[in-house]
């Protein structure tokens, strides 16, 4: 079966500071991958996903994740951290053909001001 | 649109007690899916339908478990007796059909809490 390995369960950050967010599957196939973030007291909300197009996935909120085949990774970045990202993300993957998704166990992002 | 409307937002029940959870998905959305979340064990896939049908159902947990989906906007998660372990978070998430829509839309989610 898919599955997700979600290095670091917390991730603290400064405001301004690179944001990298480790996310490696487990697949001999390429499948399709997704990132998700959760707000306190809220649902999931997409960012971004990978299904094969470009290897560079650019998201909501000035994410970005690169799909690199060789590393079986799929790491969130995004430049420069604003207060607001602090929430939990969730790196998720489906097979092709099936349209369940295997959740990671998150990460929370505190952004220091 | 209005998103995937869950309800209530929040139960508190007595163990034994039946639970019934309800989720209107995005109009033309096919797929549905139901998710627990805890945090000992995460966001857990519980069943998901597609056209009204369900395809797995592996992951609810026994018998005390049941999931309907009578027709294309609404469906149902029923937990008959609850016990206190049943506690979580529950989303109910849609996709719509066809390749380039892989992801979903989640919603807000009902706490349950069962005493």
């Known amino acids: 079966a898919q599955s997700v390995t979600q290095l670091g369960s917390h991730v603290s950050v400064s405001e301004g500071a690179l944001v990298l967010l480790r996310c490696n599957y487990s697949?001999?196939?390429?499948?399709?991958l997704f990132w998700y973030v959760q707000y306190p007291n809220q649902g999931l909300q997409l960012l971004l996903k990978y299904t094969s197009a470009a290897t560079l996935v650019k998201g909501i909120n000035g994410f970005e994740a690169e799909f690199k085949k060789s590393e079986t990774s799929f790491h969130l970045t995004k430049p420069s951290a604003h207060m607001s990202d602090a929430a939990e993300y969730f790196c998720a993957v489906s097979e092709r053909g099936r349209r369940a998704l295997t959740f990671g166990s998150g990460t929370r992002l505190q952004v220091q001001p | 649109d209005a998103g995937v409307i869950q309800s209530p937002r929040h139960e508190v029940t007595e163990m034994g007690q039946e639970v019934t959870l309800r989720c209107k998905p995005i109009s033309g959305h096919n797929s549905l899916f139901w998710y627990r979340q805890t945090m000992m064990r995460g966001l857990e896939l519980l069943i998901y339908?597609?056209?009204?049908?369900?395809?797995?159902d592996s992951g609810m947990p026994e018998d005390r478990f049941s999931a309907k989906m009578p027709n294309a906007s609404f469906s149902t998660l029923k937990i008959q007796p609850s016990e206190p372990r049943d506690s979580a978070v529950y989303f109910c998430a849609s996709s719509q059909p066809g390749q380039e829509n892989y992801g979903y839309t989640f919603g807000s989610g009902t706490r349950l809490t069962v005493v």
């Open positions: 697949s001999s196939v390429p499948p399709y």
């Open positions: 339908f597609n056209n009204n049908v369900p395809i797995d």
